[in-house]
């Protein structure tokens, strides 16, 4: 009896062997090639201004979560693409003083402006990663990221002018860094990770003695690529969407663009960014 138990329990162990070995091949198999040469985290704060425009009070309640769109940026065929792969997400706190009906948010009396504020102190962090495979000899460029986390406050505020709320005064404050990780040195080109849809301002914040690592527009960087493969941009331009060159883009047609990082480093001491973003009003009220 005791032999048949230990023989069957061998043949079971093995089996589980073979099963944990061949998971573990498949999953260094789906890993094989990507290598994260950097790290990026950042934190923000959000403040804007919410104005009763009613002859009565409202209780407004507040998200329980803040979501940002992706937006996705042209980029070079020939670049070494980066991904930004997440490692640690926390939410925004939203600030509220009440709680009615059950639902937490603040009162506003008629004909009343308040101030709204969104803390996210712990960073957000990713993985910047690329695929490091090769298979002959190439040169290389710089690992460019080309997804931007944005915040539409017409979502964020749903039917607001009907509800006769109007929003302002928005501003974003972000506070991040990027790191090298195991590798000699990295170059790369990195968008504002996050931004307000639409923002009216952008302030790049450079302390004394820190290097200047931005550039104003990721799309004009993005054009010069193709100038330098002889594309001309002004004749065929992929930032504007046609229809085989009759429709037009309309005179209100905005080209989604964001100031952008870029540079090259050795070092594994993080590289700082910040930077304040400005939303005066809100598009669907026409403040």
């Known amino acids: 009896m005791n032999v048949k138990l230990t023989s069957n329990l061998i043949k079971n162990l093995t089996k589980n062997m073979i099963i944990i070995l061949i998971i573990g091949a498949t999953i ?3 890993n094989f090639g990507e290598r994260t040469i ?17 002859p009565y009070s409202i209780f407004v309640a ?34 509220y003083s009440d709680v009615f009906n059950g639902k937490e948010g603040f009162w ?37 990221v080309d997804k931007v986390k944005v915040l539409d406050l017409n ?3 749903k039917d607001a002018e009907e509800k006769g709320i109007k929003i302002g005064k928005f501003k974003m404050y972000v506070d991040g860094y990027i790191v090298k990780e195991d590798t000699d040195s990295i170059g790369i080109i990195i968008p504002a990770p996050i931004i307000i849809k639409n923002y009216d301002e952008f302030y790049k914040i450079v302390g004394n003695g820190d290097a200047d690592i931005w550039i104003s527009s990721y799309n004009t960087w993005y054009e010069k690529q193709l100038e330098r493969k002889g594309i001309n941009p002004n004749n065929d331009n992929p930032l504007i969407p046609q229809d085989n ?12 663009d964001v100031p952008a ?3 090259t480093t050795s070092s594994f001491h993080p590289i700082d960014f910040y ?13």
């Open 62 to 95: 507040v998200p329980s979560n803040i979501s940002f769109e992706e937006k996705t940026l042209p980029k070079p065929k020939d670049c070494l693409s980066a991904t930004l792969d997440l490692v640690n997400k926390t939410p925004g706190i939203v600030y």
């Open 275 to 287: 930077y304040i973003v400005y939303k005066h009003g809100s598009d669907q009220i026409g403040n």
């Open 38 to 54: 950097a790290k990026i985290g950042y934190s923000y704060t959000i403040t804007g201004e919410i104005t009763n425009t009613n």
């Open 108 to 144: 506003i009396p008629p004909f009343t402006t308040v101030k709204i504020k969104i803390y996210n102190y712990n960073k957000t962090t990713y993985d910047i990663n690329i695929d490091n495979s090769q298979s002959d000899y190439d040169v290389v460029g710089p690992a460019v």
């Open 261 to 263: 990082m870029a540079f």
């Open 28 to 30: 260094l198999s789906l």
């Open 245 to 256: 060159g009759v429709l037009e883009p309309p005179d209100n047609f905005k080209i989604f």
């Open 155 to 157: 979502t964020l505020f």
